[in-house]
T-cell receptor
Framework: DTAVSQTPKYLVTQMGNDKSIKCEQN?????MYWYKQDSKKFLKIMFS???????INETVPNRFSPKSPDKAHLNLHINSLELGDSAVYFC???????????????FGEGSRLTVL | AQSVTQLGSHVSVSEGALVLLRCNYS??????LFWYVQYPNQGLQLLLK??????LVKGINGFEAEFKKSETSFHLTKPSAHMSDAAEYFC??????????????FGSGTQLTVLP
């Protein structure tokens, strides 16, 4: 009964292709995130949604487009993939921002994207 | 602005020896601090967190960390390393971003190797 689940776990594709990663959480959280982890393990926040509203949008190429159909789901679509997009993408969630919240994140297992 | 610095990207200890992973933070307000662990090919898992109250925080798997405001540190320790502790460890600080949204900023990570 996974709390934050991502699909697919592995993704291998050619440069120029378009791909999507999906994330779902069953924790009842209102806020979800996408993080990118590069080959040196550095974690960088990309986007955050609170109750389907985009609240954090870091400096990310326009080729990356997040979508949140409801507060339990967050997807990431990437157009025209480039070699530098190869990384592990993590979805995470946190409880409601309307109450006291430490910011503790609950992570999915990651989606490893390899662009050839 | 809040940030964290992890001293030592790689730490090696012998099995049974003390584990000490260093983390220093900078924060203009009282911080919330976290340690996460990432095992190979997995997502990040919370080890422990400090929000308020007792400065010595105990976490899972025998780890603990002490918040020292005077030293702006939150070092992670474990008295006796086990082979299963080999993983990447991340220190993080929570800050407000975009109004009420809290955002975790991660350190660059420390790879812990446990030698037999």
């Amino acid at each position: 009964d996974t709390a934050v689940s991502q699909t697919p776990k592995y993704l291998v594709t050619q440069m120029g292709n378009d791909k999507s990663i999906k994330c779902e959480q069953n924790l009842g959280h209102d806020t979800m995130y996408w993080y990118k982890q590069d080959s040196k393990k550095f974690l960088k926040i990309m986007f955050s949604y609170n109750n389907k509203e985009l609240i954090i949008n870091e400096t990310v190429p326009n080729r990356f487009s997040p979508k949140s159909p409801d507060k339990a789901h967050l997807n990431l679509h990437i157009n025209s993939l480039e070699l530098g997009d190869s990384a592990v993408y993590f979805c995470a969630s946190t409880q409601s921002l309307t109450g006291w919240n430490t910011g503790e994140l609950f992570f999915g297992e990651g989606s490893r994207l390899t662009v050839l | 602005a809040q940030s964290v610095t992890q001293l030592g990207s790689h730490v090696s200890v012998s099995e049974g020896a003390l584990v000490l992973l260093r983390c220093n933070y900078s924060s203009s307000v009282p911080p919330y601090l976290f340690w996460y662990v990432q095992y190979p090919n997995q997502g990040l898992q919370l080890l422990l967190k400090y929000t308020t109250g007792a400065t010595l925080v105990k976490g899972i798997n025998g780890f603990e960390a002490e918040f020292k405001k005077s030293e702006t540190s939150f070092h992670l320790t474990k008295p006796s390393a086990h082979m299963s502790d080999a993983a990447e460890y991340f220190c993080a600080v929570s800050r407000f971003s975009s109004g009420s949204a809290r955002q975790l900023t991660f350190g660059s990570g420390t790879q812990l190797t446990v030698l037999p």
